[in-house]
């Protein structure tokens, strides 16, 4: 879908409007669904490796990729890496194309933050370009306190479900008459089912004992009112676990004062967005969590706040645990759980017990200093590779 709007923006929209045609961008954007289901590619292994997409995006997000090369070549991990580069002043679609391709070759990716500089109607964000064409309808997000971290507060542990696909992300909007711009926000029973069903099995997996559905339909009785009444109906093949609902206004407030009512939160696609920025801002800010994106055949890994960071790349101030912490997220799902443990623990040891914290943290060590003290640590266990 994304690559088809993409095509119209470059072959079709921008010659009708040179020609002063009726047909508007709006009509021509609403002939298309907003997502449609991929099939299958068979991953690509060879001789027990995995080779992985590698997307570097911008800001720090080259500078950041650069350390978890570096940290895999030293631990010996059995994947390759296949960078493709995404020009974000581009507004053509070559570079996206390539890229989605390499990942249904692939079936996993790494990713940063890839900007899209275009200001025009017709070209999309490459970040949801990717997540609608691949399918990709759930963002996952573990917020877990770091102890040695200064935070508002501590031993928070809350998962955010994210419907990634959706609601206000669909991108159709309109302007209607001069001044006046309308912007669609779409939910389906299906992608709710698949969210809300994700999130109580995740749940129900993790041994987690309650998911928090959270909404807006005292306003939205429509659209987060059909989301809440699919995760109640969803709920109730799950006795086991609790559900209960919170208007979003609310559960930021409760966020911000009491974390720790809050276990598995399923949500819509700007919600989501919004609450995980704020619980990372909670106990430690954006350079420490991952976000995991699922669909049904591919899956692609990221910082969980989606940072771009221009304002300090380059300056080797920029935090690598979150990118590394997507590293290992990526490496349990391959299923190399023996490297995803060391660089786990690695990056565990420098910032809990060593206290080597970057600026964001509080601290006034550098990126590299960083990546070399998990490398030290690293170092200990190599010999059992």
């Not at 002939?31 to 099939?39: A, F, G, L, S, T």
Request: glycine residues 8%.
């Amino acid at each position: 879908m994304a690559l088809r709007l993409f095509r119209l923006s470059q072959d079709v929209i921008t010659p009708l409007i040179k020609r002063n045609c009726t047909v508007s961008a709006f009509e021509l954007q609403h002939k298309n669904p907003v997502q449609r289901k991929v099939e299958q590619i068979p991953k690509a292994q060879y001789g027990g490796r995995h080779t992985v997409t590698m997307l570097p995006g911008g800001g720090i997000g080259p500078e950041l990729m650069s350390y978890v090369r570096e940290v895999f070549r030293f631990a010996g991990v059995p994947v390759d890496f296949e960078i493709v580069d995404i020009d974000p002043a581009s507004e053509g679609n070559d570079d996206l194309e390539y890229a989605i391709t390499s990942i249904k070759r692939n079936g996993v990716a790494i990713k940063g933050n890839i900007e899209t500089k275009s200001e025009a109607t017709g070209i999309l964000s490459r970040n949801v370009a990717l997540r609608n064409e691949l399918d990709l309808f759930v963002n996952v997000l573990h917020c877990k306190s770091f102890n040695a971290i200064p935070a508002h507060h501590q031993n928070v542990d809350v998962v955010i479900v994210r419907q990634n696909t959706e609601g206000e992300y669909a991108m159709l909007e309109h302007e209607s008459v001069r001044g006046v711009v309308e912007s669609m926000k779409v939910v389906t029973v299906e992608n709710a089912a698949r969210v809300a069903r994700f999130a109580f099995e995740f749940a129900k997996n993790n041994n987690r004992k309650k998911v928090t559905t959270i909404h807006k339909a005292n306003i939205m009785k429509l659209a987060d009112g059909l989301f809440l009444k699919v995760a109640r109906d969803i709920a109730k093949e799950y006795p086991d676990i609790q559900h209960n609902d919170m208007i979003i206004d609310n559960c930021c407030m409760q966020l911000v004062s009491n974390p720790h009512q809050f276990d598995v939160m399923n949500t819509t696609n700007l919600y989501g967005s919004i609450t995980s920025n704020v619980l990372c801002g909670l106990v430690g800010g954006a350079g420490l969590f991952s976000g995991r994106n699922y669909g049904d055949h591919y899956a692609v890994f990221e910082p969980g706040t989606r940072n771009t960071g221009t304002a300090i790349a380059g300056k080797n101030v920029a935090n690598p645990v979150a990118m590394l912490n997507a590293a290992v997220d990526m490496l349990y799902h391959l299923g190399h759980r023996y490297h995803a443990d060391c660089i786990s623990d690695a990056i565990h040891k420098t910032i809990d017990i060593d206290g080597i914290h970057t600026p964001d943290l509080g601290g006034n060590n550098t990126s590299t200093e960083i990546v070399q003290n998990v490398l030290k640590h690293l170092a200990e266990k190599r010999t059992y590779w």
